[in-house]
Structures are given as structure tokens and as C-alpha cells.
């Protein structure tokens, strides 16, 4: 992210004041991928048509993309930094899907400052909060439990970026130059194979 466009007064704490080293300089311009999940209520909600239409106005390329049925494991590696919060277990429950669908859509998208043009168009993290011409102003909810169901992930900084675009993605599945480091490791590995 470009430090002149940098608006972190959506990011968590932990965001603020890092660096971000990882991205390619094409002539002037900062290159970076982030990471978005179209969560199960924009699933449930068929939202994924109007959240992709919003996110080309980004005009980010999307350099990796698939349907992920989300386990309590990576459900709380995604979340760990908020392990501590009294909406965790309930967050938990909402990303594996036990309230609407159990499936995300994991989607990279990867241009110049792409992490923080993509969380501009989601909004702020409550629902109530964001810009109702956001995509989470215009899709969110608040549960009765108090979870916001925002619809939409996005990281929210570059080492955000970094982290969950290696816990969600294989280096494989990304379209792109690589922008983290890659090894070549040629392993042996039981998969499914079209019977003919
Ligand atoms: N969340 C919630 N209540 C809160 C804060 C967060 O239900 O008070 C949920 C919400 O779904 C949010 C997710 O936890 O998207 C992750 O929280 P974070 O602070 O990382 O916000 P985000 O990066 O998603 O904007
Ligand atoms: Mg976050």
C-alpha cells in the first residue's frame, strides 16, 4: 500500500504503523494481493454476482479463486488475533458456515494499493457503521447475538495480506508473479483423479 493513500482508521491495531515490504515495483507502481472471502450469508444471500460487480470497480486483477468448505482449524488461524473477544466462538460458528451455508468463496485480487482500494468498497467492519454504498453497509447485518455479519472479508494491511493469503491459497493456485517467496518441492501425494 502506498502510504499516501493509507487510511488505517478501519485497520486493527495490529495493523498500524507496519511496513509493508512484500510487493513488486513495476516502475513506480506498488503491486500487492489480498486477500477476500465472500462469507456464507453473501453465499446464502446470492450476493456473490453484486460483491464481484463492486470489486471491479477496483479494476484489480483476480489472480486466484475457489470455494473452500471452512474447518474449525482454519476458521481459528484465520481469526486468532481475536481469540481473546467475547464474540469469538459465535464468529467462529458464523465463518464455518453453521448459520448459512457451509462454504466461502476465497478470492485473491492483486493490482496496485489492492488492499486498501478492496477495503474501501467493503467498509467499515459494523455494518451499521459502514457507507451504505459499501458492500458491507449494503449487504451487512447485525445477529441478535451481536455478530456482525459483514458478508465480506478483507485483509486489512500488508502483513495481514501476507499471512492469510498463505494460510488460505497455495502458491499454485495464485495467477500472478509470486510475491512471497516460493520453494520447489516435488512430493508424492494422494488426490482425487477423474476416473476417465
Ligand atoms: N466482528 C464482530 N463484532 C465485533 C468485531 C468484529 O462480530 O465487534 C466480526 C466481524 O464479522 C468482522 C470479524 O469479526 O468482520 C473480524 O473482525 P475484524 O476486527 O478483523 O474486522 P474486519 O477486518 O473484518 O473489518
Ligand atoms: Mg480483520
Known sequence: MSLKNADLSDAPVRCVFRV?????KIGERV???????????????????NILTRLSETKLDIVGAKMIRVGRELAEEHYKALKDESYF?????????????????????????????????????????????????????????GVYENVIHASACSEEAEREIKLWFSPDEIIDDDIYDVKIVKETIKHKKWAE
Not at 509493508?20 to 513488486?24: A, G, I, L, Y
Not at 462469507?39 to 446470492?46: M, N, Q, T
Open 31 to 49: 503491486m500487492e494481493q489480498t486477500l477476500i472471502l465472500i462469507k456464507p450469508d453473501g453465499l446464502k444471500k446470492s450476493l456473490t454476482g
Open 89 to 145: 466462538e459465535e464468529l467462529i460458528k458464523y465463518i464455518m458456515g453453521e448459520y448459512h451455508k457451509k462454504k466461502v468463496m476465497a478470492l485473491i485480487y492483486g493490482g496496485e494499493d489492492a488492499i486498501q482500494k478492496v477495503r474501501d468498497i467493503c467498509g467499515k467492519t459494523n455494518p451499521e457503521e459502514a457507507d451504505s454504498v459499501s458492500i458491507r453497509g449494503a449487504y451487512g447485518r447485525i445477529t441478535t447475538k
Open 20 to 24: 509493508n515490504f512484500h510487493f513488486m
